[in-house]
């Protein structure tokens, strides 16, 4: 089965720029979606199909995807960012919904 | 305004039984396709099950396949997870969440409940 790998923690200070990366082989070829969650909440999608943006998502959140990595970038972090964010796709050979294991982002 | 609302959740004792529903508002239900998603206390998400929005094509993760059906009712706009020979790896919160896709098919989770959570515990 697919297999998404993240790393487990991204550390950045107040208005710097966080990027949390997903790998997976030759993930570029799908698309990938990400959710933010913060304790005690449900997910919340903040970033689908690579690139584009829910509405009421800031701008700051932005998404890219090639070869075999995808990347979740948050710019000018803020200390409301700070949470757990989970990338996902579809794989098209088995029909299953994969989650990758999730990066808690600090911020300083 | 979509909300979606789980129930059932509780303790049960392993080998059991639970079912677990999920009370869809705020948009056309038939129209799209829905999933359970669970989380292990202080664990990562988990994809458990997908249907699709006639209830036709139903999906279910290797960990649970034989032992939990998912079910829906688009006259009352509801989902249900039927979950049998529950064991304590099965404790979780399960969240119910609606698929979405446009163009070609590459669901994602736009809306989530809030979660139900289910404890197997002797």
């Known amino acids: 089965s697919y297999v998404l790998t993240q790393p487990p923690s991204v550390s950045v200070a107040p208005g710097k720029t966080a990027k949390i990366t997903c790998g997976g082989n030759n993930i570029g070829s799908k698309s990938v979606h990400w959710y933010q969650q913060t304790p005690g909440q449900a997910p919340v999608l903040v970033i689908y199909?690579?690139?584009n943006r829910p509405s009421g998502i800031p701008e700051r959140f932005s998404g890219s995807n090639s070869g075999n990595t995808a990347t979740l970038t948050i710019s000018r972090v803020e200390a409301g960012d700070e949470a757990d964010y989970y990338c996902q796709v579809w794989d098209s050979t088995t029909d299953h919904r994969v989650f990758g294991a999730g990066t808690k982002v600090t911020v300083l | 305004e979509v909300q979606l609302v789980e129930s059932g959740g509780g303790l049960v004792k392993p080998g059991g039984s639970l079912i677990v529903s999920c009370a869809a508002s705020?948009?056309?239900?038939?129209?799209?396709?829905m999933a359970w998603v669970r989380q292990a206390p202080g664990k990562g998400l988990e994809w458990v099950s997908s249907?699709?929005?006639?209830?036709?094509?139903?999906y279910y993760a290797h960990s649970v396949e034989g032992r939990f059906t998912m079910s829906r009712d688009n006259a009352r706009n509801s989902l249900s997870l039927q979950m049998n020979s529950l064991r304590a790896e099965d404790t979780a919160v399960y969240y119910c969440?609606?698929?979405?896709?446009?163009?070609?098919?590459?669901?994602?989770?736009?809306?989530w409940g809030q979660g139900t959570l289910v404890t197997v515990s002797s």
């Open positions: 705020g948009f056309t239900f038939t129209t799209y396709g």
């Open positions: 969440a609606r698929e979405s896709s446009t163009g070609a098919y590459r669901p994602h989770f736009d809306y």
């Open positions: 199909y690579d690139t």
């Open positions: 249907i699709s929005s006639g209830g036709g094509y139903k």
